[in-house]
């Protein structure tokens, strides 16, 4: 693969470097500023609902939400930070270092479901929280708002990579001022609502599920914001930069998120009742632009993230800026899912994302595990001259669906449409219900528990077996 060269390092050019190795003269940046790049778009209200899932629709009380979401992001977070340490060295985004576990015919599954999770799924959960922040800020009508929110977000990540770190860095300072005042006001508010409940392996499996789906979400791209960093950037403060700036981001929000709403309750436009729960007009309006402006920060890794994913599978699509031309139609697909969900069905806002935060744990969970496996049979090998050399590993699809498959078809929830035979046995066997005696849900969920063990155990049986991970 040959190696392309940008020129110019101003965060106004638009990137031409794809998934091509950087090379020596385009490195810069500091380990620390990880911790922004990934402080920051999580500092949006999607993060803050994640928090509330728990005792909105898991049957958990408060106590119980916030362990289940703080376990759920330290899982998540420490391969984050280890994945985050490939980059410097290998000089490649995350999806294509994972040709090393996958082969080049085998990671057009990981990078496809990346393609459509990252670039069109995440990028409607976010737009849909910011043009509903804009709307009720604004007045906007939520079809403009949605639109406004979009094409920022689009054009941000066009210009790409020097432009989002800067954009991250810096709009994680005033995004990081509101949320203190707003979580300090929320935590000392009397918000706090500790109702009875027994304690239930089901309902905490799915909410730690949907938290570590959220987190560990941004880990598919975890190299591919640090391939510019030079190559002996230290790998532990990277490493801790990486994890912490997700970890604590998330955390925070997402246990502000189950305080507010063991108060709030389910409301249709859950950023306005979040916001009036603040009680200062001038903060509100504040917090809903945090929330707007989060909701690009987030975006704008999502969809470029998307992007990388797409053209790591190899597609040879004849231009010059094909990742920018990538970016533009991948948010034109993802705005049109998030309008489907903003503008005709409001109402089933909660319901989708976790459904969807547990999809994503289904897949990012095993991709993980053989990742992480591969990385640590490998040791002392050049993982970038892997990557690139086009050879074959079949034990990384083979592992990736066997493991996949079997962890949804025993273990997943997906209540209504599907729930597997194991999530509504034994221990899972938990039903949930609203005040009212209206059933939300049944059983629990322990497919990305399941799917990382056997993902894990499978990869090295036939990794070894194969000798797929020896050096030549």
């Known amino acids: 693969m040959a190696n392309t060269t940008s020129g110019s390092a101003k965060a106004t050019s638009i990137e031409v470097n794809d998934v091509s190795p950087i090379s020596a003269g385009e490195r810069h940046g500091k380990a620390w500023h990880l911790f922004t790049v990934w402080s920051s778009p999580n500092l949006e209200f999607a993060t803050v609902y994640v928090g509330a899932l728990g005792v909105l ?16 992001n330290a899982l998540a977070a420490l391969t984050h930070g280890l994945f985050s340490t490939f980059g410097p060295k290998a000089g490649l985004p995350q999806m294509v270092l994972g040709r090393t576990a996958f082969g080049k015919l085998g990671n057009l599954i990981p990078a496809g ?51 989002i770190q800067v954009w991250e860095r810096y709009t994680s300072y005033g995004l990081a001022v509101v949320w203190i005042i707003v979580t300090f006001l929320v935590l000392t508010g009397g918000h706090a609502h500790f109702a009875d409940a027994s304690f239930n392996i089901g309902g905490f499996t799915l909410a730690a599920g949907a938290a570590y789906g959220y987190t560990a979400g941004w880990t598919p791209f975890a190299s591919d914001y640090t391939r510019y960093l030079p190559e002996n950037t230290n790998k532990r403060a990277l490493g801790l930069a990486a994890g912490l700036g997700n970890f604590f981001s998330t955390s925070v929000l997402m246990v502000v998120g189950a305080v507010a709403f063991s108060a709030i309750g389910i409301v249709t436009n859950p950023t306005k009742g979040f916001t009036a729960l603040i009680g200062n007009d001038y903060l509100a309006a504040l917090t809903l632009l945090a929330i707007a402006v989060g909701s690009v920060s987030a975006n704008v890794l999502n969809v470029y993230s998307g992007a990388m994913s797409f053209l790591s599978m190899g597609f040879k699509l004849g231009f010059k800026t094909r990742r920018a031309i990538m970016v533009t139609l991948a948010g034109i697909l993802g705005g049109l899912v998030a309008y489907d969900a903003a503008v005709l069905d409001p109402k089933g806002l909660g319901s989708s994302l976790e459904s969807f935060l547990l999809v994503v744990s289904y897949w990012v969970a095993p991709w993980v595990a053989i990742v992480l496996v591969d990385y640590l049979m490998r040791r002392g090998q050049n993982l970038s001259e892997i990557a690139l050399s086009g050879k074959e590993n079949f034990a990384g699809p083979v592992a990736f669906v066997v493991a996949t498959a079997t962890s949804i078809y025993f273990f997943a929830n997906q209540y ?7 999530a509504t046995s034994g221990s899972f066997a938990d039903n949930f219900y609203m005040a009212d005696g209206v059933k939300i849900i049944e059983g629990g969920d322990a497919t990305a528990i399941v799917g990382f063990v056997i993902a894990a155990v499978l990869y090295y049986v036939l990794a070894t077996a194969l000798k797929t991970t020896k050096k030549n």
């Open 113 to 163: 479901l990346s393609t459509l999770v990252a670039g069109i799924g995440w990028f409607a959960v976010n737009s849909v929280s910011g043009a509903l922040a804009l709307n009720a800020l604004t007045n906007i009508p939520v079809a403009a708002s949605l639109g406004i929110v979009v094409v920022v977000q689009i054009a941000i990540a066009f210009i790409g990579h020097n432009l």
């Open 416 to 422: 209504p449409a599907y729930v597997a035979p194991l």
């Open 57 to 72: 629709f898991f049957g958990l009380n408060l106590t119980q939400a916030i362990l289940a979401v703080v376990v759920g």
